[in-house]
């Protein structure tokens, strides 16, 4: 027989040896050819082929839901019992302690003895299993071909603690004995059914009880996966590493348990929490690829809540945050409601940790799928960041030198292009100039301009490895579609000789401009809450117009062909073939027709009387007035009101943050590049790996080292002038100082306001425009580009609570349906108990006759025996 549970693990992570049966006999007469084995009492493999036949002969899980049907559950409960009432048997007919021992000494595929092949099977009695020891007390210490002990099999196929604690008090040695794979008993107990379940929740107990009826024991002391665990760790297993470097506390990050296993293991090896395997994840990354379990939101609460500091910021061999495996782990369709809640509640945990803002963790926010992206930005820390970051210098100045450009192009590229036409379509005329090579000049400029700053981002995002998010950002290929059309139009310009035409020429600089003009629009997308919802509304619409758009477009099709259709070879018709200077009737020609029907949809009806010389085309007409005039062009009005509703009022702030969560990342990325350029070059900062780069002293003389990205302002020059200029407009100022009218301070103050308000601070602000922002004081900055954090709108406390109804019904559903199946498997078990007792019944009943008819024939025995005498 396979080694079933060997192959579950090693594909899958869940032993288990009831799913391998290829064809499935009948279990009553597997059982009855195995007894007649063992009457023959010369068979030492018979009680290893009693528990091998009902291995193979185990009914197997749904494969939709990894459990037993209800109808196979009770005869899965049949054949275990039977099971166990045949090794009971066999042990009570062969009281000979060589046969016993030479029987449980039997080994068969894979090494494999009657004991292990117990352990495999489902919750195996405490009583079988201490008979099986005390036959050969040496089959406990046997590993198998896998380097398997009984007690690996038992702790991955969820047997009972008392079991787990018989085969420990045998062999104590086994807790920390490793398989093939340096795998301990104590790995293998996290692929238990039960180990995420905690103990403590009943309807958690209600439900392992229902699934899980073939336990009989009521005494639930020491089943519990915390005791459990403090059995298999109290001699260093949670130390030791498998071949991946993994300890049990990755384990248990990975495949999920509850808070009081996390503390057992971390009780026994403290040091565990922050331990890397071969990879360098530890545990908090194993847990967060793994968000989408059940039991994950409670390991990654309880990971942050012991050492956050030393465990959230920590990069794996990869270079990877926890936070970029929860993003390559979590692409769930809409369906899958449970796991993207538990994935976004991981990721809300984490957040709330505040990890550092370096420029690989704003990368990985990026890169979330965009359902988990919404709600990573209106997270408090995350528009912290992207506010502190977006007023700094650099960004500042990105921000203005873009919008600069921006204009700068659009204005030297219209006086280029309306000299360039003149000379093109004017150039007999001896008072037309040639374009300016200086204006040309400019628009080549600002054209290297953007060409430079996308090489550097496209450079960045390299650096970070995340160069993908540049080819989905359509942003992106906005700006590179311009850059080129500017670098191609500038050079036809600078030679003012059309590649083409010069028709071709203006049609392409239409284009140009109106891809310039998006580009504005795009730059204030980030900027502007307001240009954001308006940007992204439009998509929005858009996307929910797809199924209207299609049908409005068959309608048309349709009512332009049948009035087409009606009017073709007509007197109408006929008259405008004759009289070509004439105004053509518009359903003579279908494109004409269909141009028509298109400009009665926007309201351009015309002479509704052309239609009165066929009924029919009346009827068409009317038709026509009410289905797509009246009652479409309504339709379209109620859909695009109600989807910019959606995006205004529900995802304003996700959509405003999102957009700024790129720029600053992309700045970020940059800042990035420059960094590592200077370490190359011997010019970065100094000192050990993961060392401090940002210091400040304390007022006692103790350094503080700053979160990197997220430093505190300190007052600095320039923010400390800018609040000395603004202190002089204080209202309080004079009653502060006590100044009055009638003193001569009074007139310094007023002369030094005037000066300030009139001369320094518009030179201050000119300067600092000058400058792109760069001298700028930090409060002009955060003034222009700093916005509040999003609040919970009225609409999202009323989508909340939706929610969270719709969810209570749900789960409401779900225990009904729940009572209902139990309640179905309780009858069900009740009338097959009814009947095993009916069967008894008469089984005890015909006994009773065999009986009666025994004594009687006894007794007319002895009376005939006493007539004779």
Not at 461 to 490: H, K, P, R, Y
Not at 494 to 518: C, H, Q, Y
Not at 673 to 699: D, L, W
């Given at each position: ?41 010369s068979d030492v493999s018979a009680l290893y082929n009693l528990v091998e036949s009902a291995m193979f002969n185990m009914p197997q899980p749904d494969p939709a839901t990894n459990e037993l049907r209800p109808a196979e559950l009770g005869r899965m409960r049949e ?134 009826p073939l336990n009989d024991d009521e005494d639930d002391v020491g089943n519990s996966m915390p005791e459990i665990v403090a059995l298999l760790a109290d001699s260093g297993a949670a130390e030791l590493q498998d071949e991946g470097g993994m300890i049990p506390m ?620």
């Amino acid at each position: 027989m396979a080694d079933l549970v060997g192959r579950t693990i090693g594909a899958g992570g869940r032993g288990g040896g009831r799913g391998v049966a290829s064809s499935m006999r009948s279990s009553n007469n597997s059982n009855n050819n195995a007894r007649s084995t063992m009457s023959g009492g010369s068979d030492v493999s018979a009680l290893y082929n009693l528990v091998e036949s009902a291995m193979f002969n185990m009914p197997q899980p749904d494969p939709a839901t990894n459990e037993l049907r209800p109808a196979e559950l009770g005869r899965m409960r049949e054949m275990l019992q039977q099971t166990w009432d045949g090794i009971r048997e066999w042990l009570a007919a062969h009281p000979n302690r060589n046969d016993r021992q030479n029987a449980a000494m039997h080994q068969g595929q894979f090494l494999t003895t009657t004991l292990h092949m117990v352990c495999k099977l489902t919750d195996p009695p405490v009583d079988v299993v201490e008979s099986l020891i005390e036959c050969s007390e040496e089959t406990v210490m046997w590993p198998d071909s896998n380097g398997w002990l009984p007690l690996h099999h038992a702790c991955a196929n969820g047997a009972s603690g008392k079991v787990l604690a018989v085969l420990v008090e045998a062999y104590p040695e086994g807790k920390i004995k490793q398989d093939k794979r340096y795998r301990t008993p104590l790995h293998f107990a996290f692929f238990r059914k039960d180990a995420h379940e905690d103990k403590m929740n009943l309807k958690a107990d209600a439900r392992k009880s229902s699934m899980n009826p073939l336990n009989d024991d009521e005494d639930d002391v020491g089943n519990s996966m915390p005791e459990i665990v403090a059995l298999l760790a109290d001699s260093g297993a949670a130390e030791l590493q498998d071949e991946g470097g993994m300890i049990p506390m990755h384990y248990a990050s990975a495949y999920g348990t509850t808070r009081e296993v996390l503390e057992v293991l971390l009780e026994v090896y403290p040091e565990s929490i922050t331990k890397r395997e071969n990879k360098g994840r530890n545990p908090l990354h194993l847990a967060m690829v793994n968000a989408h379990r059940k039991s994950s939101p409670k390991v990654v609460g309880f990971l942050l809540e012991v050492n956050a500091a030393e465990i959230i910021n920590v990069h794996d061999d990869d270079s990877h945050l926890p936070i970029h495996l929860l993003s390559m782990a979590s692409k769930f369709p809409e369906e899958k409601v449970m796991e993207r809640k538990n994935a976004s509640i991981c990721l809300k945990l984490y957040l709330n940790a505040r990890p550092k803002a370096t420029a690989d963790f704003l990368t990985a926010i990026q890169t979330l799928p965009e359902w988990l992206r919404d709600i990573a930005v209106i997270n408090d820390h995350i528009q912290n960041i992207l506010n502190h970051k977006i007023v700094q210098r650099f960004p500042t100045m990105i921000l203005i030198l873009d919008f600069v450009f921006l204009i700068m192009v659009i204005v030297v590229f219209e006086i280029t292009t309306s000299q360039t036409i003149d000379y093109l379509f004017r150039g007999d005329d001896d008072t037309v100039t040639p374009t300016s090579p200086g204006l040309v000049f400019l628009t080549f400029v600002a054209g290297a301009y953007f060409l430079l700053r996308e090489m550097v981002q496209i450079i960045s995002l390299m650096a970070l490895g995340n160069a993908g998010s540049w080819m989905g950002d359509m942003g992106n290929w906005l700006d590179v579609t311009l850059i080129s059309l500017v670098f191609f139009f500038g050079g036809v310009m600078f030679t003012n000789s059309p590649l083409v035409n010069e028709d071709t020429f203006r049609s392409g600089a239409a284009i140009t401009k109106g891809i310039m003009w998006m580009s504005v629009i795009s730059f204030l997308k980030s900027t502007q809450v307001e240009f954001s919802v308006f940007v992204s509304g439009v998509f929005y619409v858009v996307q929910r117009l797809a199924a209207f758009l299609l049908a409005l477009a068959l309608i048309l099709l349709m009512f332009s062909q049948m009035f087409y259709i009606i009017y073709a070879q007509t007197d109408e018709c006929t008259c405008t073939a004759e009289n070509a200077d004439a105004n053509p009737f518009p359903h003579c020609d279908f494109k004409w027709s269909l141009l028509k029907v298109y400009t009665m949809l926007m309201g351009e009806i015309g002479n509704e009387m052309r239609y009165s010389t066929l009924p029919i085309a009346q009827v068409l007409y009317i038709a026509f007035a009410f289905l797509v005039v009246i009652l479409l062009s309504n339709v379209l009005i109620a859909i695009v009101t109600d989807s910019y509703g959606v995006i205004k009022n529900e995802r304003s702030a996700m959509v405003f943050w999102a957009n700024r969560l790129d720029f600053v990342a992309e700045m970020d990325a940059i800042k990035n590049v420059g960094k590592r350029i200077r370490a190359c070059c011997g010019k970065g900062s100094s000192g050990a790996p993961g060392a401090p780069t940002n210091v400040r002293e304390t007022p006692n003389g103790e350094p503080i080292a700053l979160v990197e990205g997220l430093e505190e302002k300190g007052p600095g020059k320039f923010r400390a002038g800018w609040q000395s200029l603004m202190n002089l407009f204080d209202r309080n100022l004079y009653e502060t100082y006590d100044v009055q009218p009638s003193s001569i301070e009074f007139w310094c103050y007023v002369l030094i306001r005037f000066g300030a308000f009139f001369f320094v601070i518009p030179l201050w602000l000119l300067i600092g425009l000058c400058t792109a922002g760069w001298l700028w004081p930090p409060q002009v900055r955060e003034w222009l580009f700093q916005q509040k954090k999003a609040a919970i709108s009225r609409a999202d406390m009323a989508q909340e609570v939706t929610n969270q109804i719709n969810q209570l019904k749900t789960e409401i559903m779900k225990l009904r349906i729940e009572m209902k199946g139990e309640m179905k498997r309780d009858r069900n078990e009740f009338a097959a108990l009814k009947t095993e007792v009916e069967a008894i019944q008469a089984e005890v009943m015909a006994d009773l006759l065999q009986v009666k008819e025994i004594m009687v024939t006894l007794l007319d025995m002895s009376r005939d025996n006493l007539g004779t005498r």
